[in-house]
Nanobody
Framework: QVQLVESGGGLVQAGGSLRLSCAASGSGFSLNDMGWYRQAPGKQRELVATITRGGTTNYSDSVKGRFTISRDNAKNTVYMQMNSLKPEDTAVYYC?????????????WGQGTQVTISS
């Protein structure tokens, strides 16, 4: 089983920046795609950004140009730099990872980290 531990959430003013990190731990696994999702109160969880093992990225239209996802494969860690934050970015952010063990692909989620943007 792969566990994901997120860090870096918090409260910032509109226009500010935050950097989220998510580290995967376990043994014998190989990470595939990793990503960030978010869920605002009363809304469904939505994709924010994903990154393949080779570094190909995908972003939701709402964060393009403001957020940057990256990963360090040696550290089994994914990051998301969030700039020009808006109040509508307020949500719980969840890390997601797809990983392979013995040729079978699994999926794990982090516990979530709160991001609050004040206007």
């Amino acid at each position: 089983q792969v566990q994901l531990v997120e860090s870096g959430g918090g409260l910032v003013q509109a226009g500010g920046s935050l950097r989220l990190s998510c580290a995967a731990s376990g043994s014998g696994f190989s990470l595939n795609d990793m990503g960030w999702y978010r869920q605002a109160p009363g809304k469904q969880r939505e994709l924010v950004a994903t990154i393949t093992r080779g570094g190909t990225t995908n972003y939701s239209d709402s964060v393009k140009g403001r957020f940057t996802i990256s990963r360090d494969n040696a550290k089994n860690t994914v990051y998301m730099q969030m700039n020009s934050l808006k109040p509508e970015d307020t949500a719980v952010y969840y890390c997601n990872a797809r990983w392979v063990l013995m040729t079978v692909e699994y999926e794990s989620w982090g516990q979530g980290t709160q991001v609050t943007i004040s206007s």
